[in-house]
């Protein structure tokens, strides 16, 4: 999956996979890590890449790390899904074509959200104009959301892997731990439930798990870049972040089956995003 922020690309991971793998929000740059999502058949498996949102402008050590990340995942790649959103091509996906054309790997065009085009005449003159942009093997229109035609996706997906060993056992969803999972989901919620900049300038790492039979017990710091973040996440007598990890507990108990019992600290790791040492820490030492 390739492309730029907020076009939908986990979105379809977690719905050709049938599982929550990879975080959504309404935010762009939600993803920053390179993300397996593993759908296993009796006749293919298919492995799909999410990848953070390529994006320009910014001389963060954090944001090259997630757009070195994106470009690496196309090296080795049988497939790009270059994904754009059906409303409107814009320089930021013309960014994010040069970096799959540097790549130069064979590449479907999917355009998603169809849903949100007002009228079913609407979508041909998209078709025409997205596809003259680049040289694409297929020219896919599809609502991830919705799961319009995805059916269709998947089956043009399969025609074009290639015979080799199934490379991941068959109850293999994803190559993440659980503890960055529940890391991860704890970031969703943040991004959707604080406001501006906050949010950005967030990451989270779960230091302990513990697995009973009936019950998962995990502790996670969150880690802000200044002190006035802090009381962002936490806010008044806590009650913003005793929001946020009843949100995030219910969504794991969904995803897992299992009832969860988080705790959370939140700590100032100034500038991390501008740390290698942080970033390291934070699983970002491939591409660093
Ligand atoms: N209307 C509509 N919205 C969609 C569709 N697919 C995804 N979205 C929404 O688009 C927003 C971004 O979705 P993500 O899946 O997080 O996008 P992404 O490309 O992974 O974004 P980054 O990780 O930031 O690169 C979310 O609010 C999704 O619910 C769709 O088919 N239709
Ligand atoms: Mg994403």
Do not use: C
């Not at 730029?4 to 975080?23: D, F, Q, W, Y």
């Not at 963060?60 to 090296?75: D, K």
């Not at 009228?119 to 609502?143: K, Q, T, Y």
């Not at 043009?156 to 490379?167: C, K, Y």
């Amino acid at each position: 999956m390739i492309g730029r922020p907020n076009t939908g690309k986990s979105t379809l991971v977690n719905a050709l996979v049938h599982e929550k793998i990879s975080i959504v929000t309404s935010k762009p740059q939600t993803t920053r890590h390179s993300i397996l999502g593993i759908l296993t058949e009796p006749e293919v498996q298919v492995v799909l890449v999410d990848t953070p949102g390529l994006h320009g402008g910014s001389s963060r050590l954090i944001n090259r790390a997630m757009n070195r990340s994106a470009t690496a995942s196309m090296t080795g790649a049988d497939l790009a899904l270059f994904m754009v959103d059906a409303t409107g091509w814009t320089s930021g996906d013309n960014h994010a074509l040069e970096r799959l054309q540097e790549a130069g790997i064979p590449a479907f065009l999917v355009i998603n959200k169809l849903d949100l085009l007002k009228r079913r005449e609407d979508l041909l003159p998209v078709l025409e104009n997205f596809s003259a942009r680049g040289d694409f093997a297929e020219v896919i229109p599809i609502s991830a959301r919705r799961g319009t035609n995805l059916e269709r996706l998947l089956d043009t997906i399969r025609q074009s892997m290639p015979l080799g060993p199934q490379l991941f056992p068959p109850e293999a969803k994803t190559d993440r731990s659980m503890e960055f999972r529940i890391a991860e989901v704890l970031r969703e919620k943040m991004l959707s439930m604080l406001r501006q900049e906050a949010p950005y300038g967030l990451a989270v790492e779960v230091l302990a798990l513990e697995k009973r039979s009936d019950l998962i017990l995990a502790d996670a710091v969150i880690w802000v870049e200044r002190e006035s973040h802090q009381g962002i996440v936490v806010g008044r007598h806590g009650e913003q972040i005793k929001k946020i990890s009843t949100s995030a507990r219910m969504d794991l108990e969904a995803i897992f089956s299992r009832r969860f019992y988080l705790t959370t600290h939140v700590k100032v790791k100034e500038n991390w995003g501008d740390s290698v040492r942080a970033l390291r820490q934070l699983g970002y030492e491939e591409s660093l």
